[in-house]
């Protein structure tokens, strides 16, 4: 791929809507989605959406910022996962270990499948997370020990220091809302500092980033940690939800869906791919509704939406700010 | 590990590859030419099935039978390249990817609600339907043979075309360097179509011919696709050669593991029932560890098109 040039100014700082009122909007819909629709369905349905918006949110820290297109970050959602699950099975349920081991074996996945992939790119760096992808299904499914392909099954939701505190759903509710807050809070300031500048600017021009004297490399490797902690982080919680996890966690079909919510909400806006794995998340639910069929109506959809809609929602919302 | 079972497995290991050949040829050109990836390849694989398993019964014969499904599948090839792929070629990979993606479910779906969900089956012609005696007590059916034989037709046949013909002449040329074929005057656009099209059609092929032995299925396709593009890769994007050896190493090493990892590592000393738990899961792994390896050392495959 050839380097593109590109003008030597800094990218003007994104409009104070998008910046402020955007985020504060989705977080207090998100706030008072319990006190209006108290039945389980949906508290579970929008527990979900929030759970992949953090999957979605860690992607967009490689794929918005550093450019780096990972087709196998539902890997990442099965590690976080089966490490609670694994444990669970072992009599460890509380989540002060849980789900650490969970956030640190997803960090050391992305170390060393990191470290490997990112010596290659465009194309090829698309087609190794694949792969790598593809061989923690593999692993998930010759786990005979853990359920093998039917997945296996936890009892009840992790315990927090003892406690069965999130097995009331909207207390998991809001564990999870504020899960994605923090995640949310935490990646708006790494982005924003100089660690974040570091990598937009090896997104737009590598060359000039290593004339100055930083190693690309390293930077990306440290985002890409960053982001399968993160994703990981949601696994845990999502094995949480159902109470189970299986291989089909990470299927290939599952990263090309997060790909999905983070060029729909909008790439590199953080908020984007939030309101893009939430909406995604809905409309399947939605659709599924209509018609087991439904697929036939996303499809095309996402279609239009790699065609169309450049920027994604987010900058349709704050069209002409920009 | 007999030998018997070592013959037999590296033939349908040959098969495989043949299989994926048919599928990486087209990937690997529309990939080296346009440098555009399409996710939806797999899809045109279990089109192709799925047609075969139309126009078989329906014609009565299968050579007639494939001739619908061939020329169909290559309608269908064109018509998504002027629907879909053409709005994505001066695009980044990451919308190639996501609308193709897109294109997957609707197709997979599609075929659901045309054909049902449920596997379907496809005869094969009378006349290839027996087995034959191929070494002392070793049976093969003579319709895997003639899918490994009708692959390596086609695999001799696209070489021709691409090292000896003028068509073939721009294709490499277009690997190597499309702007620079586009600035002497070739239309690229319509160079592209034609080999999207007859790479639709090939990875139809591929489908139609396997449909007798498989059972044909929506979703069928996906998991080859990841396949293929793990043997474009190991073979460098745009080069023929390099799908060519790459599917049938990768044929082989996935299908000769599957049926030999749990004796391998008994050999190597693990202890049976430890063999058993972790053979299948380094079987099904080997492919992508080799893919891994390939682009450790060589980041752009073993024979790559551009240089």
Redesign the interface.
């Given at each position: 791929m050839a380097e593109t040039p590109v003008p030597p100014v800094m990218p003007a700082a994104p409009p104070l809507w998008r910046r402020i009122w955007l985020p504060v909007l989705v977080f207090a819909l998100l706030a008072i989605v319990p006190l209006i629709w108290g039945e389980r369905f949906i508290l579970g349905l929008v527990t979900r959406a929030m759970i992949m918006a953090i999957a979605a949110l860690s992607l967009d820290l490689i794929?918005g910022y550093g450019a780096l297109?990972s087709?196998g970050h539902a890997a990442f959602l099965g590690i976080g996962a089966y490490a609670v699950a694994i444990l669970f099975s072992h009599d460890i349920v509380d989540a002060s270990i849980a789900f650490p081991v969970a956030i640190l074996a997803g960090a050391l996945f992305a170390l060393v499948t990191g470290a490997?992939s990112l010596?290659?790119?465009?194309?090829?760096f698309?087609?190794?997370t694949?792969?790598?992808g593809?061989?923690a299904l593999?692993?998930a499914?010759?786990l005979?020990?853990y359920g093998g392909d039917d997945g296996l099954r936890m009892f009840h939701r992790s315990e927090v220091f003892g406690s069965r505190l999130l097995a009331n759903d909207t207390t998991f509710y809001f564990v999870v809302l504020g899960t994605l807050l923090g995640c949310f809070l935490l990646l708006k300031a790494i982005v924003a500092s100089r660690f974040g500048r570091v990598l937009r600017g090896a997104k737009e021009n590598e060359r000039r980033m290593r004339a100055l004297g930083f190693d690309p490399f390293l930077y990306r490797l440290a985002a890409y940690v960053l982001a399968g902690a993160i994703c990981a982080l949601a696994g845990a919680l999502f094995a949480n939800l159902g109470m189970f996890v299986a291989p089909a966690y990470m299927t290939?079909?599952r990263s090309?869906e997060f790909?999905?919510m983070v060029?729909l909400g909008g790439m590199g806006t953080l908020i984007g791919p939030i309101i893009g794995g939430i909406g995604v998340t809905l409309v399947e639910e939605w659709l599924a509704q209509i018609t087991q069929?439904?697929?036939?109506i996303?499809?095309?959809?996402?279609?239009?939406?790699?065609?169309f809609a450049?920027g994604g929602i987010v900058k349709l919302l704050t069209r002409g700010d920009r | 590990m007999s030998s018997t079972l070592l013959i037999i497995q590296t033939l349908n290991g040959l098969q495989l590859g043949v299989l994926l050949f048919l599928i990486a040829a087209g990937l690997t050109l529309v990939?080296g030419v346009m440098d555009f990836?399409n996710?939806a390849h797999g899809v045109q694989y279990m089109l192709g099935a799925y047609l075969a398993a139309m126009f078989v019964p329906l014609t009565g014969s299968f050579v007639l039978g494939l001739i619908l499904a061939l020329a169909t599948a290559l309608l269908v090839g064109l018509l998504l390249e002027v629907v879909?792929m053409r709005?994505?070629y001066d695009?980044d990979?990451?919308?190639?990817?996501?609308?193709t993606?897109?294109?997957?479910?609707?197709?997979?779906?599609?075929v659901?609600?045309i054909w049902g969900a449920a596997p379907l089956q496809v005869p094969m012609p009378q006349a290839l339907s027996g087995t034959i005696r191929i070494a002392d007590g070793v049976l093969y059916p003579v319709w895997r043979l003639a899918i490994i034989g009708s692959g390596l037709a086609v695999a001799v046949g696209l070489w021709l075309v691409v090292t000896k013909t003028r068509v073939g002449m721009l294709i490499r040329a277009g690997a190597t360097n499309a702007p620079m074929v586009s600035a002497l005057g070739v239309d690229i656009r319509r160079l592209f179509m034609i080999v999207f099209g007859f790479g639709a059609m090939l990875a139809g092929f591929a489908g139609a011919m396997a449909a007798p032995v498989l059972s044909v299925e929506p979703g069928m396709g996906?998991n080859l696709l990841?396949l293929a593009?793990?043997v474009i890769?190991i073979g460098g994007?745009g080069s023929i050669r390099g799908a060519f050896i790459g599917a049938l190493l990768v044929g082989l090493v996935d299908t000769l593991l599957r049926s030999f990892s749990v004796d391998l590592l008994r050999l190597g000393g693990l202890s049976p029932s430890d063999a058993r738990?972790?053979g299948?899961?380094i079987a099904?792994?080997s492919i992508?560890?080799l893919?891994?390896a390939v682009?450790?050392f060589r980041?752009?495959g073993l024979f790559p098109a551009k240089g």
């Open positions: 794929l297109v087709f490997i010596k290659t790119r465009g194309v090829y698309i087609m190794i694949l792969a790598f593809q061989m593999f692993t499914t010759s005979s020990a290939w079909q090309g790909i999905a060029v069929h439904w697929k036939v996303f499809g095309p959809m996402v279609i239009l939406v790699a065609i450049r | 990939f990836i996710l879909v709005h994505l695009r990979h990451l919308e190639q990817v996501l609308a993606f897109g294109l997957i479910l609707f197709l997979n779906e599609g659901k609600i996906d990841i593009f793990v890769v994007i738990t972790i299948p899961a099904s792994m992508y560890i893919m891994a682009l450790f980041p752009t």
